[in-house]
């Protein structure tokens, strides 16, 4: 029998091959969506810190530029992640914020500020895949675990709200005892409220 790290490992192949495979036209019309629709969240009215990570093209990631910079103007105190000798930490995002960009990494912030006060009330997730029951299929560093681990440490429970392609759905995620489960799934078709589908 496979383990679950096995199982997971495969989905994340299946899921990557398939997002990359989109087309730019495609992408950009169905993150649009993703982005309006997550931005209509009444959550985010109330919500002060917002932590969200930067889309990587080449990764037809579901795009958060547009995200990023509206949560900012809004009067928002937005940060992103960056990766520290393998530790996620809290970078300050600024409106019309300029990035150094790698071909296969997460963009940087330049310049770089880093935030000690991780006192987050929603956190944006990336993922390969998801079940409608909040598991997630992430990209096997285990960066964003450990992440919500420290901030539960610290008494800190975000909302976590994950951003992905309707297609990305599984019927259900194989999950590890240290998984987080996201609270709520966006996609260009609906709003999922994994906490009412929970077991």
């Known amino acids: 029998m496979e383990s679950a790290t096995e ?3 495969e ?3 299946k899921q990557l091959v398939t997002r990359r495979a989109m087309t730019m036209e495609r992408w950009i019309s169905d993150s649009e969506k993703i982005q309006a629709r997550a931005a209509s969240l009444p959550l985010l009215r109330e919500a002060a810190r917002i ?3 930067v889309s990587m093209e080449h990764d037809r990631e579901a795009r958060t530029l547009e995200l990023l910079e509206k949560l900012s103007l809004d009067g928002k105190e937005v940060y992103m992640p960056y990766i ?3 530790v ?3 970078a300050v995002y600024h409106p019309g914020q300029r990035f150094r960009v790698s071909p296969s990494a997460p963009a940087t912030p330049e310049p770089l500020v880093l ?3 991780e006192c987050f009330d929603v956190v944006f997730v990336p993922l390969a895949g998801f079940d409608r029951q909040g598991g997630r299929i992430g990209f ?3 960066w964003y675990d450990r992440f919500f681990s420290r901030l539960l440490a610290s008494g800190v429970r975000p909302v976590k709200i994950g951003l992905a392609f309707s297609f990305q759905e599984v019927p259900s995620v194989p999950c590890d005892p240290w998984d987080e489960r996201l609270d709520m799934v966006v996609t260009e078709n609906e709003i999922i409220n994994c906490q009412h589908n929970s077991r």
């Open 51 to 53: 932590h969200c990570y």
């Open 88 to 90: 996620m930490r809290a």
């Open 7 to 9: 199982s997971k490992a």
């Open 140 to 142: 096997g560093k285990g």
């Open 11 to 13: 989905l994340r192949k």
């Open 84 to 86: 520290e000798r393998g």
């Open 115 to 117: 935030s000690e006060d």
